[in-house]
Structures are given as structure tokens and as C-alpha cells.
């Protein structure tokens, strides 16, 4: 939810801000995941196939590629039990755009394409990952 009173219904925004992007909410083609960061875990191995595929990406230079890949390490050891880097990996993916307030503050919209109703959608397996989290807070 943002924050602040509910616009008019008849308001129109007359000051259109110069860097407002308008992303198509369509995944990207993404890279894959190198080799040489020695990710272990699964958790880790997700978050960079959703962030490498995020709309937010098909603007990105080397520098932010670089980013994910020290991030991608962090949230590796988050699931490895280091708990304390929870904090410095919402402030990192808040730079990306990671959920609507983040986007909101950032001027950043995500437009939908017409979608065929017929097609059908891809859903990701959750139960690796309540796995996962299960270890993590029960000390396994």
C-alpha cells in the first residue's frame, strides 16, 4: 500500500517527473548464473532467476549485473543461517524496484501486455523453499 491520502478521481498529474519509466511487465531472456560465485543453495539459485528475468533488467549496465552477483551471495549466505544480512538485502533490491512501493518511489510502472487467457502460466515450486526455510529456523 502507499502511503498518503487517496487521489481525486478526476486528478490529473500535470508535472510528469523526466525520469518515470514505463517497463513492459514482460520476464526478460536474464543471464545465467556464474559459475564462480559458488552459490549452494537453492534459495539463492531463485533469487537470481527472478531478478535476472525482472522487467527491471533490460536497462542494466555491467555495474548493476556486478551488484546482483554480490547480493546473490548474500541472500546464499542468509540461507546458509547468517540472518543478520536480511536487512542489507531489502535495502539493495528496494534500489531495484522490488515491490510496488519501491517502484512507486523509484517513478517506475510495469505495463501489462494483452495476455492471451488460454496460455498458460508457469507456477514455481514452493515446496523446495518452505524446505529450505524449515532447516533455517529449526537449526538444521
Do not use: C
Not at 1 to 6: E, K
Not at 11 to 25: E, I, K, S, T
Not at 104 to 126: C, F, G, H, I, Y
Amino acid at each position: 500500500m502507499t502511503r498518503g491520502p487517496r487521489p481525486k478521481e478526476n486528478a490529473v498529474r500535470r508535472n510528469a517527473h523526466p525520469f518515470a519509466q514505463a517497463l513492459p511487465d514482460a520476464a526478460q531472456e536474464g543471464r545465467e548464473l556464474p559459475k564462480a560465485l559458488g552459490i549452494k543453495t537453492g534459495g539463492a539459485r531463485r533469487f537470481w532467476k527472478t531478478w535476472s528475468t525482472a522487467p527491471q533488467t533490460q536497462g542494466w549496465a555491467e555495474t548493476d549485473w556486478a551488484e546482483l552477483e554480490l547480493t546473490t551471495k548474500l541472500v546464499d549466505a542468509l540461507y546458509q543461517g547468517e540472518l543478520k544480512l536480511a536487512g542489507e538485502i531489502r535495502q539493495r533490491v528496494a534500489k531495484w524496484g522490488a515491490t510496488v512501493e519501491d517502484r512507486a518511489r523509484l517513478r517506475m510502472t510495469l505495463e501489462s501486455p494483452e495476455e492471451d487467457p488460454q496460455e498458460a502460466q508457469e507456477v514455481p515450486q514452493a515446496v523446495d523453499m518452505d524446505e529450505e526455510l524449515y532447516k533455517l529456523l529449526n537449526g538444521n
